[in-house]
């Protein structure tokens, strides 16, 4: 959304020219936005274990389990920024993408054993009941630093990649 609405106003041009590189301009902005509603999240989490589940557990391991899937996020967010300086109309489509990612997660439906672990979100769907039961995760959070590690590698390059072959795209909304 941030580099659609930098294309929208004209203004990404602008923070071409800026002393920080756009990575740097966009990491920064995602990190923010992560901040806010990571902020949000845990002001409902602790709404909904006050009022509603008594029973909810809110521990460490979860919230470990949580930052490491969020820098997977970090890497699809910059995958999403590059296909967005491609084509524009991609931000259009949040909605709809954020909609594959609830589906991806395995939270809708029961997905095959071989997706759950292609994917930082999937993954986190096999050791949040781990969490709850108790078993030891430590092997589980070293593979999910590494899913997550690649996508964020992966959407950091391809967004470089891109944004080197940006003069080569139309600027216009």
């Known amino acids: 959304m941030c580099i659609s609405t930098e294309k929208q106003l004209g203004t990404l041009q602008n923070l071409m020219i800026k002393p920080y590189n756009i990575f740097q301009i966009a990491l920064a902005k995602v990190f923010i936005w992560y901040l806010i509603n990571l902020v949000k999240i845990i002001l409902m989490s602790i709404i909904l274990k006050l ?8 521990n460490l391991s979860i919230i470990y389990t949580l930052l490491l899937e969020s820098i997977g996020i970090f890497g699809l967010s910059f995958v999403m920024s590059a296909l967005t300086l491609i084509y524009t109309k991609i931000a259009s489509f949040e909605v709809i993408i954020s909609y594959i990612i609830l589906f991806l997660s395995g939270s809708i439906i029961k997905l095959p054993e071989f997706i759950l672990y292609t994917n930082p979100i999937s993954y986190c769907f096999i050791i949040i009941p781990k969490i709850i039961k108790g078993e030891k995760i430590y092997v589980n959070l ?32």
Do not use: P
């Not at 009022?51 to 809110?58: C, E, P, V």
């Not at 964020?152 to 072959?165: A, D, M, S, T, W």
């Open 51 to 58: 009022f509603i589940f008594n029973d909810l557990i809110l």
């Open 142 to 173: 070293i593979v999910l630093f590494v899913l997550s590690s690649i996508l964020f590698v992966l959407g950091y390059l391809l967004f470089k990649i891109v944004f080197k072959r940006s003069k080569d795209f139309s600027w216009n909304y």
